[in-house]
């Protein structure tokens, strides 16, 4: 016998023997990882997938460099105002208090204010340069006044970026603006912040407290921001979590009633659960991953797995216990069995997870990282430590004389389940052959129909939806979830204003801007635009220094007097001493508005391009990505649009990459496993087989249902590979187990399925239920998840019960 089995041995002596010492070393162990704990931090939202993307890379230096009015991420706070009349002298007024008192406390670190209501102010008297004085000068004003100095204010092209779309210039009225409020957070504060959790930032501080300060205005405002998004992307999670967990602790503990049958079984199942949550979240605070909006998803999965270890190993003890053996020697079988079993599960369960760590996305590698560690956790608690607590439990039972309930396993001989359960065999004997041709047919069509399932990457993705649900709206506390208002503020904003109205495209230009062709490039690149760009004669919309400079020109003769004597072509882009030009309007009273294009040493622009209403993101992001490449320049196509599609065109190839690497890996492991094991390594393909059937349904089913490959569920094909082997493996093993006693390969096969049928029914009910309960999730991207992981596991239930005898007999008839 090789070596492996030495190892099994020991360990059987130490679960039936010594299995009190065995339970204490776990304890232990549990207590320790348990004070990782403490250490877990959150982290949300998308900007954890952008990092190191070259598109975002670009997009931070524009914010950085630039800083338009609504960049909320370069510290500032909106403030959104809604009323009848926003441009009315109270409405006006309570603006203005607003942002006054917000400006008073000095922890809010206010370096600057912008309103509509500041401009009126400032029409009405130019002299009042402060809020407080802005305040006195609207407050004396009377309504008449007021209405025309609005009139007199919307001449300023920037007055009307803070209104409503609906702003009526001629009755002075709009019903909703918005208000910027800056904030200067020192450098060292803020990278401190970004390496400690969201909760911490202290823009989201600044946010969170400014709610109470504006509420306490006679006026209906809300406080917006990226630190607002930040906390409430923060509190979904857990929301989520608190929702979830309990919801899946109540169906499991369902289930496992009819699989255990035994309040002392069931009860060391649930301990084993806690156990493995426990370890698996005390190892994340050890070495210090955050818990993400991905990472929600893998208490759910543990729990499955779990379930499904301790269904097996439960079930297969009583299946010896009810042969008459006494505790130790059922419990020596158990594990001579099952510990192989759980080796090749927990390694091709294993290898599926990791293969997420050859993604480019780091929360989808830590995820695989994570749910990679979880398993194997959850293998040494429920193939050791549930067996040794087992067998402790039952001597303890007949020490002090207990009951015992549900001894009969589940698909016994002449039981409903196991005359169900023996149709697979009955089929695989009538015609093999046929089951996997369908099967064959099965998997190709629904492969080629999975070729079409869309890919998607968005804040809408993560944000809790614009209304919750009603079922979840009446939880009692503690698991009522929170109010969250962050999709209705963006809807909002994308509705009313124009300012946010469609997508943009931002091309980031770096290098020698004096340089004669530099303004040539940008208006050639402009010229017969990609279908996508918003375009007029054959020219793309376009705001860049180059439209500073034509705007200032037609303020000042001066100034376009210098731009004429350098523009050798007239086309009205100069073309000489283009430093000369870029320093005259950099000192002129135009050098704000050219500070939103160029840097003030001149190396580098921003072109902001419109797009036209409902293009896709992956025509934008083509298009704009054409476009840059016609500049002379070192350019590069960036905006939200643009970061998102190239993430979710990463999003899609870790997909595919972690299928192939988890099939792969797979396949060499199950081949290498078998032939040390039983010397045939053709098992380690049969063990695959049902699986890509499997895959292929779950993939071709994704489409069926509108479900795309986001940042979560682009995991499930490799996941759904490994958590199906896991079926399939304990239907091989158990098979190669009884035929080595047993010459008729129908009679094998049919002890198989009655027997480990049995408990992957079981299994699968629990596990469905387990996963399928992330559908309460609060965020979308986690109920889709939900729900893929748990068609996922009925698929590989179903092609591991009827599939994998055909198979079986195919092998033993045409290559034995």
Known sequence: MVD??????????????????????????????????????????????????PAQEAFDAVNREFTPPFAAENGSTQLIQTGRNVLSKPELLAMLKAQYRLERRTEFRVSSTTSAARIVAGTLDPNATTLEAQIRTVRRATPTEVETAVRRAAKNPGFRTLLSKDFNRRSASASATIGI?????????AQQAGAESSGDDPLTRIQVRSESVVGSVDSDIRVFGSGVISSELSNVTFDSLIIVTPAAAVLILVFLLFAYRDPLDLLLGVVSLVMTIIWTLGFMGWIGIPFTQLLVAVPPLLLAVGIDYGIHAI??????????????????????????AFFIVTGT????????????LQPIREFGLVAAIGIVVTALIFGIFLPAAKVTADRFRDRVGLPVFGLRPLGEEGSALGRLLQGSVTLARRGAPVVLAAALVLTVVSGYYATGIDTSFSNEDFLPPEQTPSYLQSLPEPFAPGTYTVTETTNFLDEKFAAVQGDTVTIYVQGPLREDY????????????????????????????????????????EFRRLVERNDIDGDGVPDDNLGQIYDRLLSSPARGQALQYITEDQRSAQVVYTMKSGASQNAITRDAQQVADRYRLDATATGETVVFQSIAAIIFASALRSLATALLATAIFLAFVYRVLVGR??????????????????????????????????????????????????????????FEHETDVFAALTRTVRGTGGALTGSMLTTVAGTGILVLAITPVLGQFGLVTALSIFYSYLTAVLLTPSVIVVWERYFE
Do not use: C
């Open 349 to 360: 369960t294993t290898l599926g997870f990791a293969s997420n760590l050859t993604s480019r």
């Open 518 to 557: 530099a303004l040539e490039s940008i208006q050639h690149a402009n010229r017969n635009p990609p279908k996508s760009f918003a375009q007029a004669d054959r020219r793309a919309e376009s705001e860049s220094i180059i439209t500073v400079i034509q705007n200032y020109s037609r303020q000042s003769d």
């Open 181 to 189: 409020v800056e904030h200067e957070i020192p450098r060292g504060l």
């Open 4 to 53: 492996y089995q030495r190892v099994i041995d020991w360990l059987d002596v130490w679960i039936a023997d010594r299995s009190k010492r065995v339970i204490l070393v776990f304890l232990v162990l549990t207590v320790v990882l348990g004070t990782g704990l403490v250490r877990v931090s959150t982290e949300s939202g998308t900007s954890q997938f952008t990092e190191d993307s």
């Open 315 to 340: 079930n297969r003890y009583r299946e010896e216990r009810v042969t008459g053996l006494d505790i130790s020697p059922s419990m020596r079988r158990t594990t001579d069995q099952l510990l192989v």
């Open 681 to 738: 390594a053709a098992f380690g393909v049969i063990n695959l087989f049902p699986i890509v059937v499997a895959v292929s349904l779950l993939a071709g089913t994704m489409r069926l249902l509108g479900i795309p490959f986001n940042a979560l569920t682009a995991t499930v094909l490799a996941i759904a590979l490994g958590l199906g082997t896991d079926y399939s493996a304990h239907v091989v093993h158990r098979f190669t187990d009884e």
